[in-house]
DNA sequence: ATGCAACTTAGACTCAGTCTAGACCATTTT
DNA sequence: AAAATGGTCTAGACTGAGTCTAAGTTGCAT
C-alpha cells in the first residue's frame, strides 16, 4: 500500500502531488482540505474541517467534507479515531501509534507505537490476519475525584 | 469500586440482589435488562437490548433502554465499546480484556487482558493517573483481497 | 392512606452523517 | 465549436442513534 511520509507541515504545493500520488484527483475543495489536515499532525471533527476551511479558504459544502474525509481514510490518508460516541474524529497522523485520552479534558494524544511492546497470543482464527492494533489508554486528571462526568 | 463478579449466566433471582447491591434501585424494567445482559458475556446495541427485552419480557420504552445502560455504565456494570462509529455497543464482560473486530463479518471477540503483554512508557503528564487500557485488534477474513468495504 | 421522590414513558427533538438531484467543470468525441 | 462524457460539488432533504420533556406511574417512608 502506498504510504504518506509523516512529516508536518505538508506545504500547500506538495498537497497536490501528494494527492496524486495516491490516486486522487486534486481538486480545489480536496486540496483545501488536505492541507488544513496536514499542517500538523492532528485529531479532528468533520465539524471543525468544515469550520476551518471556510475560515481559511473558499467554501466548502458539509456534503464535500465528509465525502473528502471518508475518501481520505479509504485511500489511507487519514484515519478515523472513534473515543467519543458521539462524534468521529480524523486523525492526520498515519505513522504507527496509539492513543492517550484525558477522560476530564477531553485531550487526546499519541503515543509513538515504538514505545509500546506488545507480546501474546491473540489466538486468532485460522484465515484471519491482522490489518491493525491501536491501544487506548485512558487517563484522568487525578485532583478531582468527584468526576461529575 | 464495587466489582461484578464475572460470572455467567446471572440467574433471575440473583440481579435483583446484584443491582442493590451497586445500590441501583432494581425495578422491573432494570432487572429485564440487567437480566438479559448477564445472560452471557455479550456485545450488544442499544436497540438490541430494546428488542430482546420486548421479546422476551413485558414492554420496555426507548428512553428507559438508554437510561439504565448508561446508568449501568456509569455505575461500572457494564462498558462501552466504540469500534463501529454509528452505534454504541455494550459490554457485559466487565473483566479486564480486549477485544479483536473482524472489518469483514462485524464480529467482536474477546481477549483475556492476561494473555496480552504490554510494556512501555507511555510519557503521562504529571498528575495523571490511568484510568483504563483497551486493545482493538482490527483482522481481515482474508480470502477476500478485493475487500468492498 | 398520603406524600414525595424516583422511575418510566410517548413522542418531540437534536444533530452527525448520508443521500439526492441538479449544477458545474474539464476533457474527449464528433 | 458544439455536444457528449464522467467526475466532482452543492443545497437541502433525509435518516437514525441518542436525548429531552412533560406527564403519568411506582413504591417507599411516614
Redesign the pocket.
Known sequence: MNERADRFPVERSEVRAMLTRFG??P????IDIAHLLFQRPQHV???QVLEGVNAAY??????????????FVRYGLINEVLIE????LYDSNTSDHHHVYNMDTGELSDIPAGRLAIQGDLGLPEGTEIEGMEVLVRVRSGHDPAANR
Chains 1, 2 share one sequence.
Open positions: 486522487i484527483q481538486t480545489q475543495q480536496r471533527s468533520a465539524e473558499g467554501h466548502v459544502s458539509k456534503a464535500t467534507v465528509y465525502n473528502t474525509l471518508n475518501l460516541p458521539d462524534r468521529t
